[in-house]
């Protein structure tokens, strides 16, 4: 027997606010907003979701897992991305061919370049 991947949990000061920010940046739909829990999927039987929920501090420290976007233009994500609110973040990458920035909460994230065939 074997496990499904059901959701991505993601402690968030304003969980509402983050899971509006990442359903826009992931073209998701937000499928349930409370007070305790804010769920985003790409669609409302698409699994897995991502579920925000409250916690009282800011995010310390680097992420010990983080998501990987791939679009098709790099640079137009990223500058899409940005104007949404991502930063731009050093978290000791060095040079790389893509782009680390953090959603408004400060949670890292890696824009790749499109896959190569």
Same mark, same amino acid.
């Given at each position: ?18 899971a ?12 349930s907003? +409370? ?6 999927? *790409?669609?409302?039987?698409t ?11 800011? +995010?310390?420290? +680097?992420? *010990? ?9 790099l640079?137009?994500?990223v500058e *899409? ?10 978290i ?18 890696c ?7």
């Amino acid at each position: 027997m074997t496990s499904v991947w059901e959701n991505l949990t993601v402690d968030a000061q304003d969980p509402s606010r983050l899971a509006h920010w990442w359903a826009e940046a992931l073209g998701y739909q937000v499928i349930s907003d +409370k007070p305790d829990e804010v769920e985003i999927r *790409r669609t409302p039987d698409t699994l897995p979701g991502i579920v925000f929920v409250p916690v009282s501090g800011p +995010k310390e420290g +680097k992420n *010990r897992l983080h998501i990987d976007l791939r679009p098709a233009d790099l640079e137009a994500e990223v500058e *899409r991305l940005v104007d949404m609110g991502a930063r731009h973040v050093d978290i000791g990458q060095g040079e790389v061919e893509w782009t680390v920035l953090s959603d408004p909460e400060g949670n890292e994230f890696c824009v790749l370049r499109e896959r190569e065939e």
